[in-house]
């Protein structure tokens, strides 16, 4: 049997840790609301069964994934943010989406702050970026507080025309 391990990030707000069966709920309520359109939703129950057994695939497969983004204190499900490589991406991302209950917060802020360090520290990666549709204006503008620039476009075989954005490379941050 393979098994992986997925570590652990904690935050001053959050805590970046595995998905869990019960983080299912939350998920499977964002998949099927407006708020997934520019990540292929909205969603059916099954599908997003299946989008949220691909997260832990993701970590076995590649060696990286998203993590379930956690209220540090309340440990609720706030959103799912971290490196991802789908086989249809130019290169690896930085990726994140957050539930209605973390909107507005800096949830998606804070987490991928994380996300990235780790990529930058624990993966070795030497650059970045994030794949964003470009009607989604509130993406692009956390892109651009997270210091990420426009570097040209993706054609993508579903969503059509996607912005790239390129974050600072981990020299820049230092």
Known sequence: MMSVAIPTIETEHLVLRPPRMEDFEAYAAFRASPRAAFVGGP?????????????????????????????????????????????????????????????????????????????????GWTTAISVVDPANARSAALARRLGAQPDGVHQHETFGTLQIWRHPAPEALA
């Open 43 to 123: 969603n059916p129950r099954p599908t997003a069964f299946n989008q949220f057994c691909a997260l832990l695939g993701h970590w076995h497969l590649r060696g990286f994934g998203r993590w379930m983004v956690a209220d540090r204190v309340t440990d609720a499900p706030l959103g799912v943010v971290g490196p991802y490589y789908p086989a249809d991406w130019p290169e690896p991302e930085l990726a994140w989406t957050v539930f209605a209950a973390a909107e507005g917060r800096g949830v998606a802020y804070e987490a991928t702050l994380a996300a990235r360090a780790f990529a930058y520290r624990s993966l």
